[in-house]
């Protein structure tokens, strides 16, 4: 009650700041990826692998990642930069129109990939990886291209920022072999 501004939305910004702090950690671990599908499918790997190594984080986000819109607005964000960018550039050969209904395809992807690993139904490597081909399919890439992107040396998820996360990211050199 003393840490928040209105203690009727604790909720709303514990969610917020898992979340804010998830998807800067997973932009930060991105940098240097330039290709909209493979930060597509990095993002999502990444998502499924630390439902596995923490949890807690993930049931969070299963529980409650679809029924509350800040959580449904973060999780949209850098994803809707790299579909259009996708579909700019050509590689997803949907129509703009259809950017909505891939962000849900995506989302709702990754977490039912995250409830099949948290519930010990599939490993973190393959939910992710498979998961992670199927979007870049039904987005339009070519089988080979998906599986090749959704195979890709995954990297480290960035720390934690110790205070507000900025633009700026540091990347961390040492590699996960996939």
Request: hydrophobic share 45%; charged share 25%; glycine share 6%.
């Amino acid at each position: 009650y003393n840490n928040i501004e209105d203690p009727d939305n604790l909720f709303g910004e514990v969610a917020n700041a898992l979340a804010s702090e998830m998807i800067w950690r997973t932009e930060a671990s991105m940098v240097g990826i330039e290709e909209p599908a493979g930060r597509l499918a990095t993002g999502l790997r990444l998502f499924v692998r630390r439902a596995h190594e923490e949890r807690h984080w993930g049931r969070f986000l299963v529980r409650f990642a679809l029924a509350h819109a800040v959580l449904q607005d973060l999780m949209a964000g850098p994803p809707v930069r790299d579909i259009n960018r996708a579909i700019t550039l050509g590689k997803f050969k949907a129509e703009t129109a259809s950017v909505p209904a891939l962000v849900t395809m995506l989302n709702g992807s990754t977490l039912a990939a995250m409830n099949a690993v948290i519930h010990g139904d599939q490993t973190w490597r393959s939910a992710g990886s498979v998961t992670a081909e199927l979007f870049l399919c039904a987005g339009g890439l070519p089988r080979s291209e998906a599986r090749r992107l959704s195979r890709l040396e995954l990297p480290p998820l960035a720390n934690a920022p110790l205070k507000k996360p900025t633009k700026t990211a540091a990347r961390t050199t040492t590699r996960e072999r996939h």
